[in-house]
């Protein structure tokens, strides 16, 4: 069993900062890429930032330059830092890992809960 869990969300004022922080646990063999993800009201979920295992890091072009994703490899963190945030940043944040539970598996996608950014303007 893998679990994800997301921390980190909350209310904030337009043009502040919030930090969100996922730990995956469990039956965990490599984490390949983890990234995280947001779903507003009435829209698709859209990847909001990723990073590969060696470091390498992807954002939606309306993250570049405000936000920033990293990740503990040893740990199995994966943290996302948002700043200048707007009101249409507001969302459901999800943290996504492609990890192998075994040797010999399949990699496949793992998905946090969800946790909730709201940003006031």
């Known amino acids: 069993q893998v679990q994800l869990v997301e921390s980190g969300g909350g209310l904030v004022q337009a043009g502040g900062s919030l930090r969100l922080s996922c730990a995956a646990s469990?039956?965990?063999?490599?984490?390949?890429?983890m990234g995280w993800y947001r779903q507003a009201p009435g829209k698709q979920r859209e990847l909001v930032a990723a990073?590969?295992?060696?470091?390498?890091?992807n954002y939606a072009d309306f993250a570049k330059g405000r936000f920033t994703i990293s990740r503990d490899n040893a740990k199995n963190t994966v943290d996302l830092q948002m700043n200048s945030l707007k009101s249409e940043d507001t969302a459901v944040y999800y943290c996504?890992?492609?990890?192998?539970?075994?040797?010999?598996?399949?990699?496949?996608?793992?998905w946090g809960q969800g946790t909730q950014v709201t940003v006031s303007s």
């Open positions: 996504n890992a492609d990890l192998k539970t075994r040797i010999g598996a399949t990699a496949r996608d793992y």
């Open positions: 469990g039956r965990i063999f490599r984490i390949n890429a």
């Open positions: 990073i590969s295992s060696g470091g390498s890091t």
